[in-house]
């Protein structure tokens, strides 16, 4: 990744992350829409630069924490886009700006290792698993942020003590609706990410599972999450409860992604 | 020319003052002919609504008028002078559009920020201007009051709180419910203030309403102000199912929504939300029903604190807001400026004129030979050097009075001998200064 590429990147970033903080306290639609103006034009150059990656490096450039990370920021921002296309509210993305961007900027702190060319990362099935279980991670992600902006305003409107968030989130319905469409969203991608995942394992080495720390922890995560899925569906739970279940599950989510793969090194030790 | 304001407001006098003072929609026209025909009054505008009367208009003599004006509201509602006087406000020039730009952007109002006066003040226009009560000056003045509301109610953020109950309420509801057209309201009573809240749901989109009542018909009555459907009391369990709001507005001496009923409620609607509002007093749902997942309660008092609050945001608006008016009436004074020194500008030019209108005759005559083109070329030359010759003058009189400095109009009188004071034409070239100045 050269320098100048990265900046294009960055710039936009930094900047949408500036206006949406700016939108969120003065209440500004425009800052709003300046904001999504460039994250549309980071993105954009995100997207160039992993496809940049692949060419040169001849695989998906998810093999690393450094590359993990980036193609998680990318992720987060594209389902943001997507999201944000469907529904009036910028509301998530001053959860979502400053989250992507931070991933980027680690992202580019770090350096990768030299790896020699591993002919199990070359095949078709490796980006599918990847595509779904980053996209699955995302939209836990919008969930968790989604929960915890639910868990502000529902706070302000208990006390009675409308306070400065009251105006200026979307109403409780609303958000949480945004965790439910995003736990269904998140569940269903994480099904199929560790679905096609064990496919995966199968075509390189003849096997359906390998016990590495990711993998049971992504288990883990994958069961935690079903247990929301049927109180939510199920039991009727929603709003609160379902809120602080969505931010637990989040926090599993980042364990799984940083914690494990720096625990025991495994063939997941990137992730 | 000076502009007088005379009026008592909601701060001057009692309401008993007021509503004796008050004119009636109808008669407003004809109070207003009364007030032109005062020798000393050439524009008027009769401002009346529940909280104010006010009269602004446009004399040459400001104190007589005044004086008139004071005297005349008094007498045509049989008030005694000295019972009314103490009450009455008197402002001019400056202080007296100030005061106008402050009432339209509703600075003035009992309710700070409410958006109702703007509306009053245009009709009371619309009204004079009708009757002919308005010439230049008053036109002006109140377009431009206008057009300072309209500057403070989207460049600060004086409407933007809620301040009473019943809206607080519907504000609330909005942080709940995404949208409020598809919820449920259910009216528990028959108080007044439960039944205004209801009005503002149904304002912010509301359709579906049911009434709980003691008393069959009377639910039934209110039902069908709502286009609701009404229920007995002993119904109110299952009631609490389908409603998403509930406004609990009864006389009833305990609670009559406990807690139990609300999780029941809950229970079986799968914890979607319910925003109970109990504007009664004693209250009518237990408080702890607050403590409930899913539930929202509010009583009066937190409603009433809530609005409190934004009202003191909204006067936080107001010292804003003031500043805007100032700028606009300074602007207003530099247009003013710009209409005193009208007159001078309209002689000399006629004066320019009349000079090279008598001169071509003289040059017409001694040229007899000339044809209908010749003499449109002269008349052309001789207009052409008036017009070129006036132009830097003018252009710097023009400036000169927007800079309040007066003294370049009055040399310039002296120095080509303009005798009248100024006043003369007066009216006629107002016309003109209006046209160019029109909305």
Same mark, same amino acid.
């Given at each position: 990744m050269s320098h100048t590429f990265i900046m294009t990147v960055l710039v936009p970033y930094v900047a949408t992350t500036a206006l949406y903080l700016?939108?969120? +306290?003065a209440q500004s639609r425009s800052a709003e829409k300046a904001g999504l103006a460039l994250l549309a034009v980071g993105f954009t150059a995100h997207t160039a630069l992993l496809i940049g990656s692949y060419i040169t490096l001849g695989r998906f450039p998810v093999i690393d924490l450094k590359e993990s990370l980036c193609f998680f920021s990318w992720s987060l921002v594209a389902l943001y886009?997507?999201?944000?296309?469907?529904?009036? +509210? =910028?509301?998530? =993305?001053?959860?979502? =700006?400053?989250?992507?961007? =931070?991933?980027?900027?680690?992202?580019? +702190?770090?350096?990768?290792? #030299?790896?020699?060319? #591993?002919?199990?990362?070359?095949?078709?099935?490796?980006?599918?698993?990847?595509?779904?279980?980053?996209?699955?991670?995302?939209a836990f992600a919008f969930a968790g942020g989604s929960s915890i902006m639910y868990l502000l305003q529902e706070r302000g409107l208990k006390e009675h003590r409308p306070g400065p968030f009251l105006r200026r989130l979307p109403s409780l319905q609303q958000l949480d609706a945004m965790n439910y469409h995003s736990l269904t969203v998140g569940f269903f991608m994480l099904s199929l990410g560790i679905f096609t995942g064990a496919l995966w394992l199968h075509n390189v080495e003849g096997r359906f599972l390998k016990w590495d720390p990711k993998v049971l922890a992504s288990v883990v995560t994958w069961l935690l999450y079903a247990v929301i899925m049927h109180t939510r569906l199920i039991v009727g739970w929603r709003g609160r409860r379902t809120a602080i279940l969505s931010i637990i599950g989040f926090c599993c989510v980042l364990l799984t992604f940083l914690g494990m793969g720096l625990i025991k090194p495994g063939f997941h030790n990137f992730l | 020319m000076e502009i007088i304001l005379v009026g008592i407001n909601h701060r001057t006098a009692p309401v008993d003052v007021r509503e004796r003072l008050a004119c009636p929609t109808t008669e407003v026209g004809a109070e207003l002919k009364r007030l032109l025909s005062l020798s000393d009054v050439e524009e008027a505008v009769l401002v009346s609504t529940c909280n104010r009367v006010e009269v602004y208009c446009v004399s040459e003599k400001p104190l007589e008028a005044s004086v008139a004006v004071r005297a005349f509201l008094g007498q045509h509602r049989g008030i005694p002078g000295d019972a009314l006087d103490p009450h009455l406000y008197t402002y001019m020039g400056t202080e007296a559009v100030r005061r106008l730009f402050r009432v339209s952007s509703s600075l003035d109002s009992m309710v700070l920020g409410e958006p109702q006066i703007l509306g009053q003040i245009k009709d009371a226009y619309r009204v004079a201007a009708t009757h002919g009560g308005t010439q230049t000056l008053l036109n002006k003045l109140f377009h431009r009051a206008f057009q300072a509301a309209k500057r403070v109610r989207t460049e600060t953020r004086i409407g933007a709180y809620a301040v009473s109950v019943a809206?607080?309420?519907?504000?609330?509801?909005?942080?709940?419910?995404?949208?409020?057209?598809?919820?449920?309201?259910?009216?528990?009573?028959?108080?007044?203030?439960?039944?205004?809240?209801?009005?503002?749901?149904?304002?912010?989109?509301?359709?579906?309403?049911?009434?709980?009542?003691?008393?069959?018909?009377?639910?039934?009555?209110?039902?069908?102000?709502?286009?609701?459907?009404?229920?007995?009391?002993?119904?109110?369990?299952?009631?609490?199912?389908?409603?998403?709001?509930?406004?609990?507005?009864?006389?009833? %001496?305990? %609670?009559?929504?406990? !807690?139990?009923?609300?999780?029941?409620?809950?229970?079986?609607?799968?914890? !979607?939300?319910?925003?109970?509002?109990?504007?009664?007093?004693?209250?009518?749902?237990?408080?702890g029903v607050n403590r409930l997942d899913n539930a929202f309660l509010?009583?009066?008092?937190?409603?009433?604190?809530?609005?409190?609050?934004?009202?003191?945001?909204?006067?936080?608006e107001a010292a804003r807001a003031e500043a805007l008016i100032l700028e606009e009436v300074e602007k207003f004074g530099a247009w003013r400026a710009t209409l005193e020194v009208a007159p001078t500008i309209i002689e000399l030019r006629s004066r320019f004129e009349k000079v090279a209108k008598s001169e071509l005759q003289k040059a017409l005559q001694s040229v007899p030979e000339a044809g209908e083109k010749e003499k449109k070329a002269l008349e052309l030359l001789a207009h052409n050097i008036v017009g070129k010759l006036l132009h830097p003058p003018i252009t710097m009189l023009k400036k000169c009075s927007e800079n309040g400095d007066r003294d370049v109009a009055r040399a310039c009188r002296t120095l080509f001998c303009l005798e009248s004071d100024g006043n003369e034409g007066e009216s006629e070239d107002e016309s003109d200064a209006e046209e160019s100045d029109d909305y």
């Amino acid at each position: 990744m050269s320098h100048t590429f990265i900046m294009t990147v960055l710039v936009p970033y930094v900047a949408t992350t500036a206006l949406y903080l700016y939108y969120f +306290s003065a209440q500004s639609r425009s800052a709003e829409k300046a904001g999504l103006a460039l994250l549309a034009v980071g993105f954009t150059a995100h997207t160039a630069l992993l496809i940049g990656s692949y060419i040169t490096l001849g695989r998906f450039p998810v093999i690393d924490l450094k590359e993990s990370l980036c193609f998680f920021s990318w992720s987060l921002v594209a389902l943001y886009l997507i999201v944000r296309l469907r529904t009036p +509210s =910028g509301a998530l =993305g001053v959860f979502v =700006g400053p989250l992507a961007t =931070g991933f980027f900027i680690a992202a580019c +702190s770090i350096t990768s290792p #030299d790896r020699a060319p #591993d002919a199990r990362f070359m095949t078709a099935l490796f980006p599918v698993h990847i595509l779904f279980a980053f996209l699955g991670h995302a939209a836990f992600a919008f969930a968790g942020g989604s929960s915890i902006m639910y868990l502000l305003q529902e706070r302000g409107l208990k006390e009675h003590r409308p306070g400065p968030f009251l105006r200026r989130l979307p109403s409780l319905q609303q958000l949480d609706a945004m965790n439910y469409h995003s736990l269904t969203v998140g569940f269903f991608m994480l099904s199929l990410g560790i679905f096609t995942g064990a496919l995966w394992l199968h075509n390189v080495e003849g096997r359906f599972l390998k016990w590495d720390p990711k993998v049971l922890a992504s288990v883990v995560t994958w069961l935690l999450y079903a247990v929301i899925m049927h109180t939510r569906l199920i039991v009727g739970w929603r709003g609160r409860r379902t809120a602080i279940l969505s931010i637990i599950g989040f926090c599993c989510v980042l364990l799984t992604f940083l914690g494990m793969g720096l625990i025991k090194p495994g063939f997941h030790n990137f992730l | 020319m000076e502009i007088i304001l005379v009026g008592i407001n909601h701060r001057t006098a009692p309401v008993d003052v007021r509503e004796r003072l008050a004119c009636p929609t109808t008669e407003v026209g004809a109070e207003l002919k009364r007030l032109l025909s005062l020798s000393d009054v050439e524009e008027a505008v009769l401002v009346s609504t529940c909280n104010r009367v006010e009269v602004y208009c446009v004399s040459e003599k400001p104190l007589e008028a005044s004086v008139a004006v004071r005297a005349f509201l008094g007498q045509h509602r049989g008030i005694p002078g000295d019972a009314l006087d103490p009450h009455l406000y008197t402002y001019m020039g400056t202080e007296a559009v100030r005061r106008l730009f402050r009432v339209s952007s509703s600075l003035d109002s009992m309710v700070l920020g409410e958006p109702q006066i703007l509306g009053q003040i245009k009709d009371a226009y619309r009204v004079a201007a009708t009757h002919g009560g308005t010439q230049t000056l008053l036109n002006k003045l109140f377009h431009r009051a206008f057009q300072a509301a309209k500057r403070v109610r989207t460049e600060t953020r004086i409407g933007a709180y809620a301040v009473s109950v019943a809206s607080t309420a519907v504000e609330l509801a909005s942080k709940i419910f995404t949208e409020l057209a598809d919820r449920t309201v259910l009216i528990v009573g028959a108080g007044e203030m439960g039944e205004l809240t209801a009005q503002h749901l149904l304002g912010a989109g509301v359709t579906k309403f049911r009434v709980a009542n003691r008393t069959f018909s009377t639910a039934e009555s209110i039902a069908r102000r709502f286009g609701g459907v009404p229920a007995p009391l002993d119904k109110l369990a299952d009631e609490l199912l389908l409603a998403d709001i509930i406004i609990a507005t009864t006389g009833a %001496p305990e %609670p009559i929504i406990t !807690r139990e009923m609300a999780r029941a409620a809950l229970k079986s609607r799968k914890n !979607r939300p319910m925003f109970f509002i109990d504007i009664a007093v004693p209250r009518d749902v237990e408080p702890g029903v607050n403590r409930l997942d899913n539930a929202f309660l509010y009583d009066i008092d937190d409603l009433q604190g809530i609005s409190d609050r934004n009202l003191r945001e909204r006067e936080a608006e107001a010292a804003r807001a003031e500043a805007l008016i100032l700028e606009e009436v300074e602007k207003f004074g530099a247009w003013r400026a710009t209409l005193e020194v009208a007159p001078t500008i309209i002689e000399l030019r006629s004066r320019f004129e009349k000079v090279a209108k008598s001169e071509l005759q003289k040059a017409l005559q001694s040229v007899p030979e000339a044809g209908e083109k010749e003499k449109k070329a002269l008349e052309l030359l001789a207009h052409n050097i008036v017009g070129k010759l006036l132009h830097p003058p003018i252009t710097m009189l023009k400036k000169c009075s927007e800079n309040g400095d007066r003294d370049v109009a009055r040399a310039c009188r002296t120095l080509f001998c303009l005798e009248s004071d100024g006043n003369e034409g007066e009216s006629e070239d107002e016309s003109d200064a209006e046209e160019s100045d029109d909305y």
